[in-house]
């Protein structure tokens, strides 16, 4: 049993690493900006601080338990708190990515949310997808200021500072990720022509209705 343990975790720390190339790859992370974890049993593993992903190997990646001590080589992201604090609010949360991609980052830098232009908007939970108050990197005022914007969504801009997403395991986050930059985009090159026509609450009510099944596991 220990065995099986062991194999599994060496294969998260891979798969955990895979991602954080995958992000930089895809251009919504370059050099050490922005950060990545999955859930596991007793806390999390997450990307070391300061650490680009082409200078890290799978044993860098750090384990930090649901009471917030942290193992390993390196220390794990400044970023670990929200991390943490999200994995323990949402069970749903099966990997969480950060990042500093561009389009997110430009509307995060105007602090404001992305109203219902498009109805993919909801494949994020709502019929908006909210910008979190600035607090410094680090602090557990971010990371309030995350888990409020974060109510029933599972996206968010961090205000001067990026975006947020998470899904129910790494390659379902990195694909939100990667979707949710594409809406930024489109909202920022929108603006550009004028403000958008959008979508009613009952026309988002109907689509936030069908994204309840919209991507998710066929049941067995």
């Given at each position: 049993?220990?065995l099986s343990v062991h194999k ?38 997450i990307t070391p601080s300061g ?170």
């Open positions: 049993m220990k599994e975790l060496r294969e998260l720390r891979e798969r955990l690493l895979a991602t954080a190339h995958a992000m930089s790859a895809a251009g919504l992370n370059k050099g050490t900006a922005g950060n990545v974890s999955v859930r596991i049993d007793g806390g999390m593993l650490m680009p992903p082409a200078a890290c190997g799978p044993d860098d990646m750090a384990i930090v338990g649901e009471d917030g001590t942290a193992s390993g080589p390196l220390a794990p992201s400044s970023e670990w708190r929200f991390h943490h604090d999200l994995y323990a609010r949402r069970p749903e949360a099966g990997a969480i990515l950060h990042a500093h991609a561009p389009f997110a980052t430009s509307l995060a830098c105007q602090r404001i949310g992305i109203p219902p232009f498009h109805y993919m908007i909801a494949r994020f939970g709502g019929n908006t997808v909210r910008c979190a108050r600035y607090a410094t990197f680090g602090t557990q005022a971010l990371s309030d200021n995350i888990l409020a914007a974060m109510d029933g969504r599972s996206a968010c801009l961090m205000a001067n500072h990026g975006m947020l997403v998470f899904g129910r395991d790494l390659d379902n986050a990195l694909d939100l990720a990667i979707e949710f930059e594409t809406l930024c985009e489109q909202y920022w090159r929108t603006r550009q022509l004028g403000e958008p026509v959008l979508l009613s609450d009952a026309e988002m009510a109907e689509v936030v209705e069908c994204f309840r099944w919209y991507g998710k596991p066929r049941a067995s």
